[in-house]
């Protein structure tokens, strides 16, 4: 895909027009300055596609012809992207969500297991928890990180494993087990040029011992031999070291993209979805509305009768309204709910997704697809019908709810039955 056609024009107009895709592959073409970053195009589709803005979408460079892809930063600039990746390069921008772009800042435990990180050498040190983010950010000192990583060999499908050591000079392996005295330390890559990118399709690939591969691609790389790559046993190593990189390469500027809102949340008109009161509904149009005005829902109600008041009263929470929450999606298959989830993971046992659907084998039932621990697993809602009314249930009857909102409520606060709590929801992206 080409994202433009010549420098000068772009140039000479200060615009380019680009395409941006959704999980489904889906593109909308638009046109944007040539100064544009990442977090500009996002809110631009967070407005066009209503989407509530809760700082995790991402735009993010897939490199089909590599095999690979990266969560482009909020502050980066499209256009010098686009430009190193070369003009005739089946490469894509994606619009999608990332709930773990910013984590680190807020569990930095989670990403820094106590084995892999220390002090330097100069400072010859543990480096405390609490101070953790903050020696990444300073210019003069920064942690340790040190590990096993397989890295593939130049021109071969055999990898070897190295003992890695990451300093704010660089990334460097060890010619001799776990020695880490500079005779021993071969550099290895710097990220003053280059970039941190997942590898998808690692064994198929490269024949990689797993599937936690990531590489360092120079910033004007656009051929695969010239990829360095490097692969983890584990999803949480390959996060650590990643994640490293990330901060060590833009350092405070992350920080600055954290703290800074990406736009004010407007409140929302909706009212409290815990509420279990009913609301006149206006079926006579073409589309149906709710009566706001008292005075108009109580003439309509004594013209029509009592009929009117059972056939278009509706306990907004119990039969309606959990259409309108973003975390339902109506009727999703399970293999496109499977495929949601996938593309808006990461799925390493830190973001927990989730998604409400409509039952393709029951359609009086709805199911709970939950992403966690690497594993996508689905929960079937049964209606539980008590002396006449209908509530719903997931652990057979034991703990009903009106509603559905009150049920993904609950689990929100308590794991139940569930292996977690909801924490995230998967949103359906329409370009």
């Given at each position: 895909?080409?994202?433009?056609?010549?420098?000068?024009?772009?140039?000479?107009?200060?615009?380019?027009?680009?395409?941006?895709?959704?999980?489904?592959?889906?593109?909308?073409?638009?046109?944007?300055?040539?100064?544009?970053?990442?977090?500009?195009?996002?809110?631009?589709?967070?407005?066009?596609?209503?989407?509530?803005?809760?700082?995790?979408?991402?735009?993010?460079?897939?490199?089909?012809?590599?095999?690979?892809?990266?969560?482009?930063?909020?502050?980066?600039?499209?256009?010098?992207?686009?430009?190193?990746?070369?003009?005739?390069?089946?490469?894509?921008?994606?619009?999608?969500?990332?709930?773990?772009?910013?984590?680190?800042?807020?569990?930095?435990?989670?990403?820094?297991?106590?084995?892999?990180?220390?002090?330097?050498?100069?400072?010859?040190?543990?480096?405390?928890?609490?101070?953790?983010?903050?020696?990444?950010?300073?210019?003069?000192?920064?942690?340790?990180?040190?590990?096993?990583?397989?890295?593939?060999?130049?021109?071969?499908?055999?990898?070897?494993?190295?003992?890695?050591?990451?300093?704010?000079?660089?990334?460097?392996?060890?010619?001799?087990?776990?020695?880490?005295?500079?005779?021993?330390?071969?550099?290895?890559?710097?990220?003053?040029?280059?970039?941190?990118?997942?590898?998808?399709?690692?064994?198929?690939?490269?024949?990689?011992?797993?599937?936690?591969?990531?590489?360092?691609?120079?910033?004007?790389?656009?051929?695969?031999?010239?990829?360095?790559?490097?692969?983890?046993?584990?999803?949480?190593?390959?996060?650590?070291?990643?994640?490293?990189?990330?901060?060590?390469?833009?350092?405070?500027?992350?920080?600055?993209?954290?703290?800074?809102?990406?736009?004010?949340?407007?409140?929302?008109?909706?009212?409290?979805?815990?509420?279990?009161?009913?609301?006149?509904?206006?079926?006579?149009?073409?589309?149906?509305?709710?009566?706001?005005?008292?005075?108009?829902?109580?003439?309509?109600?004594?013209?029509?009768?009592?009929?009117?008041?059972?056939?278009?009263?509706?306990?907004?929470?119990?039969?309606?309204?959990?259409?309108?929450?973003?975390w339902f999606h109506g009727k999703l298959s399970r293999d496109e709910a499977q495929r949601l989830i996938t593309h808006q993971g990461p799925i390493d046992g830190y973001v927990f997704l989730f998604l409400l659907r409509d039952s393709q084998s029951n359609p009086k039932t709805f199911v709970l697809s939950l992403c966690h621990m690497q594993k996508i697993k689905h929960f079937q809602i049964l209606p539980v019908d008590d002396?006449?009314?209908?509530?719903?249930?997931?652990?057979?009857?034991?703990?009903?709810?009106?509603?559905?909102?009150?049920?993904?409520?609950?689990?929100?606060?308590?794991?139940?039955?569930?292996?977690?709590?909801?924490?995230?929801?998967?949103?359906?992206?329409?370009?």
């Amino acid at each position: 895909m080409q994202f433009y056609d010549r420098t000068e024009n772009i140039l000479a107009n200060l615009y380019i027009v680009i395409k941006i895709y959704d999980e489904n592959n889906t593109s909308k073409a638009v046109e944007v300055p040539t100064d544009v970053t990442a977090l500009d195009i996002c809110q631009l589709f967070v407005l066009k596609n209503h989407c509530i803005d809760d700082h995790s979408w991402t735009l993010v460079e897939h490199l089909t012809h590599l095999g690979i892809e990266r969560t482009i930063e909020d502050h980066e600039y499209v256009m010098e992207i686009l430009s190193g990746s070369g003009m005739d390069s089946d490469n894509r921008l994606y619009f999608r969500k990332n709930y773990a772009k910013y984590e680190v800042f807020k569990k930095p435990l989670d990403f820094f297991p106590d084995h892999m990180v220390s002090m330097s050498t100069e400072t010859n040190g543990m480096v405390a928890h609490s101070e953790l983010i903050e020696t990444f950010l300073k210019s003069s000192t920064c942690p340790e990180i040190h590990g096993f990583l397989h890295v593939k060999e130049q021109s071969k499908k055999s990898w070897r494993k190295f003992y890695f050591v990451l300093r704010r000079s660089g990334l460097y392996f060890s010619t001799k087990g776990t020695s880490k005295e500079p005779r021993h330390l071969q550099f290895f890559a710097d990220f003053s040029d280059s970039d941190v990118y997942t590898v998808l399709s690692a064994k198929k690939l490269h024949s990689a011992p797993s599937e936690f591969a990531f590489c360092v691609k120079h910033t004007k790389c656009s051929s695969a031999r010239d990829l360095k790559l490097l692969c983890a046993d584990d999803e949480l190593t390959r996060t650590c070291w990643i994640t490293a990189m990330r901060l060590l390469k833009f350092g405070m500027q992350l920080y600055k993209n954290f703290i800074q809102p990406h736009q004010k949340q407007k409140a929302s008109p909706m009212r409290s979805t815990s509420e279990n009161s009913l609301v006149a509904m206006d079926f006579s149009g073409q589309k149906t509305r709710v009566i706001e005005n008292p005075s108009e829902a109580l003439s309509v109600a004594v013209e029509e009768g009592l009929s009117w008041r059972v056939g278009r009263f509706l306990p907004v929470s119990s039969l309606a309204i959990h259409l309108s929450q973003p975390w339902f999606h109506g009727k999703l298959s399970r293999d496109e709910a499977q495929r949601l989830i996938t593309h808006q993971g990461p799925i390493d046992g830190y973001v927990f997704l989730f998604l409400l659907r409509d039952s393709q084998s029951n359609p009086k039932t709805f199911v709970l697809s939950l992403c966690h621990m690497q594993k996508i697993k689905h929960f079937q809602i049964l209606p539980v019908d008590d002396e006449g009314q209908v509530f719903y249930s997931l652990d057979d009857g034991h703990t009903q709810f009106t509603d559905l909102i009150q049920l993904v409520e609950f689990y929100q606060l308590n794991r139940g039955t569930l292996p977690c709590k909801l924490k995230h929801h998967c949103t359906q992206i329409t370009l």
